[in-house]
């Protein structure tokens, strides 16, 4: 069955992308909002009821972004592995929240980090996935110069998802960014092609080139409403669906 048809869709194994900065209360001087991660792990314990397999990718943007800081005269490098270690404090928050919920879940760290978190093993990660936890994928690639999307088409092809969910702080992708253009459109459905060939910034070409490459379809929705995490988890058709079609 289509991700894009009407009726909920019932994935198997799917990658859920966190951004970092929707953990960020909006106007608050927290970087993260325990209260939104908590909402957010209770929307995840609810949608894996079912025996979803998930691997979630957790962001920096609320604390720090690589690129920004560059721009600002910090060396690249650098400044991207202050980013990388920054999706490892999101991934803890998540881990927390989501024990809290009663989720068995386990972080691994693409970059070693063994007093917090197990070191990224892909065969580790798929057997437990297999066994019901919840994987949260901490430190991107471990690569400056990418993304914690292009980590999330990174993870998915590894982890042989079904889907790639992208919650972010945009319901869909449109035809042009919807914060500068008031009149941009949304789109329901999208190629890659497509996304790739105007240039639309919902996510970076890399992970837009991975995902076309492995026929991971990726769905990006506004993870603000309360339930979305679940509904777009339970395959309900909200936000955009970026496909090969
Ligand atoms: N064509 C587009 N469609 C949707 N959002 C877009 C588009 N172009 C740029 N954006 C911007 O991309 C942002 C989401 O992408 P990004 O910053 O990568 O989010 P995240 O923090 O989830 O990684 C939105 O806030 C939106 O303003
Ligand atoms: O594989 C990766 C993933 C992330 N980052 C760095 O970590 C920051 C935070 O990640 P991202 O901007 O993707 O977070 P999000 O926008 O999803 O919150 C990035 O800006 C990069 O500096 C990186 O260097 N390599």
């Given amino acids: ?101 009663g989720v068995r879940c386990i972080v691994q760290s693409a970059i070693e980090m063994q007093n917090v978190a197990e070191p990224f093993i892909r065969r580790k990660a798929e057997r437990h996935l297999e066994e019901g936890f ?9 690569n400056p110069f990418f993304s914690t999307d292009t980590t999330a088409a990174l993870r998915a092809s590894e982890m042989r998802a079904d889907v790639i969910f992208k919650a972010t702080m945009v319901d869909g992708v449109y035809d042009s960014d919807p914060k500068k253009n008031p009149d941009a459109k949304r789109y329901e459905t999208v190629s890659f092609q497509e996304c790739l060939s105007k240039q639309l910034k919902v996510m970076d070409a890399t992970a837009f080139s991975l995902c076309m490459d492995n026929h991971i379809p990726i769905i990006v929705f506004d993870m603000a409403p309360n339930g979305n995490v679940t509904r777009a988890l339970n395959g309900e058709r909200i936000g955009t669906v970026v496909n090969g079609g």
């Fill in 134 to 142: 919840v994987v949260i994928f901490a430190a991107g690639t471990g």
């Fill in 1 to 101: 069955m289509s991700a894009t048809s009407q009726s909920p869709v019932q994935f198997k194994r799917a990658i859920l992308k966190l951004s970092g900065e929707a953990l960020r209360e909006p106007g608050s001087t927290d970087n993260i909002s325990p209260e939104i991660v908590a909402r957010i792990a209770a929307e995840i314990r609810d949608a894996v009821k079912g025996g979803l397999q998930l691997g979630v990718v957790v962001g920096g943007g609320n604390f720090w972004r690589g690129a920004s800081a560059s721009a600002r005269g910090m060396d690249r490098a650098t400044a991207d592995y202050v980013g990388m270690l920054a999706t490892v404090m999101n991934a803890l928050a998540v881990q927390s929240a989501l024990e809290h919920e």
